[in-house]
């Protein structure tokens, strides 16, 4: 492994969407584990011109069957060694079971080594703020997932929905977190964007469970951004590939015996919270990306007090035009800020709750 790079040689299979301007998705994903030394192919779940945070986009959604049959063209060429898939949008019920069948495949294909096949991340894209942005049939399709994927990262609405505990304080996150660890078997859980007043703050919630399903809870504190950025999740996810791939693959848990060796990755039920490989990983996620979010709201605000005319070729009111500013000037600046990417200044640590 060179010195510059986090991990071994990975390679990563990752499903989402991808924009043609800005970085969501795939154009998110993709990069970032790029930058970081995986090799990744990008399957791409659609094909947009713009997110739709900007209210209007053109492009095209794939089906099921184009999702089923690249993958397929992969297979037959024997392209298909991967040891991790990254999962995000995915624009229909169908494409959700697609996705699911690809990952059972890789996973059974894998079966000989345990630990060498990780579904690193179902990011269960499906809703925020209190609303589902997909339809409701993905949802009992996503449930069904849980049992094989090794880690979920979703928001604080996606868990409730997933786990069908409301959730308005720690203590019912908590409940939430292992409902999902216990009945559902999902090895390793951290929920984002946690949230439960108007404090200036911004928490995830992470937990790996132990052999009988208990939790092993920790939480990290960030300063809240006044800004709504897109691409933020998926941003996330492919940290959080790198980084937990770069925590595990530096963990032996015996004189013989490497974390990566072992099935999902979950560490010995001996290891506390906060010396999970997870929670070693989420600091770092979360560095470099407030640190990034930051000089991006910085960044925009300059842009839009030195813009002084109107954006050519666009029509509608003074309102429209305002909000396709606002919505560009907060697009995340991720080339500029390579070095933040590969070298995070971790100031915000985990605790145990």
């Known amino acids: ?30 990069f970032v584990m790029q930058v970081l030394g995986c090799e990744v192919a990008a399957l791409n779940t659609v094909q947009f011109s713009n997110h739709t945070g900007y209210k209007q986009f053109k492009g095209t959604r794939a089906s099921a069957d184009e999702i089923r049959d690249i993958y397929e063209g992969l297979k037959q060429s024997n392209l298909t060694d991967f040891d991790v898939m990254l999962s995000g949008y995915a624009p229909s019920a169908e494409a959700v079971e697609a996705i699911g069948s690809i990952a059972r495949d890789l996973r059974f294909m894998s079966s000989m080594k345990p630990g060498s096949f990780f579904w690193a991340v179902l990011d269960p894209v499906m809703g925020d703020q209190g609303k589902l942005y997909v339809n409701e049939n993905v949802v009992p399709v996503y449930k069904k997932l849980l049992w094989e994927a090794d880690l979920i990262l979703p928001n604080q609405f996606e868990a409730e929905v997933l786990s069908e505990v409301k959730i308005t304080s720690l203590s019912t996150l908590k409940e939430a977190i292992t409902k999902l660890h216990q009945q559902h078997r999902v090895p390793h859980i951290i929920v984002t964007s946690v949230s439960f007043d108007e404090s200036q703050e911004l928490c995830v919630v992470g937990s790996t469970r132990r052999a009988d399903g208990t939790p092993r809870f920790f939480c990290i504190n960030v300063p809240r951004i006044d800004c709504f950025f897109s691409g933020t999740g998926d941003m996330f996810a492919a940290l959080t590939v790198v980084r937990l791939r770069e925590a595990v693959s530096s963990t032996r848990i015996s004189d013989t015996e490497e974390l990566s060796s072992v099935s999902s990755w979950i560490s010995p039920d001996d290891v506390d919270a906060l010396d999970l490989p997870l929670a070693k990983a989420a600091e770092k996620v979360l560095a470099s990306m407030h640190t990034i979010l930051e000089k991006t709201k910085k960044a925009g605000d300059e842009a839009l007090a030195n813009l002084a005319s109107g954006l050519p070729g666009i029509e509608g009111s003074s309102e429209k035009l305002m909000y396709l500013r606002q919505t560009k000037a907060a697009e995340v600046r991720l080339v500029r800020n390579l070095d933040d990417l590969r070298h995070p200044a971790v100031k915000y640590k985990a605790e145990a709750v």
Not at 2 to 30: C, F, K, Q, W
């Open 1 to 30: 492994m060179s010195s510059d790079l986090p991990v071994p040689e990975t390679r990563v299979l990752a499903i989402a969407s991808h924009v043609v301007y800005g970085y969501v998705g795939n154009t998110m994903a993709a």
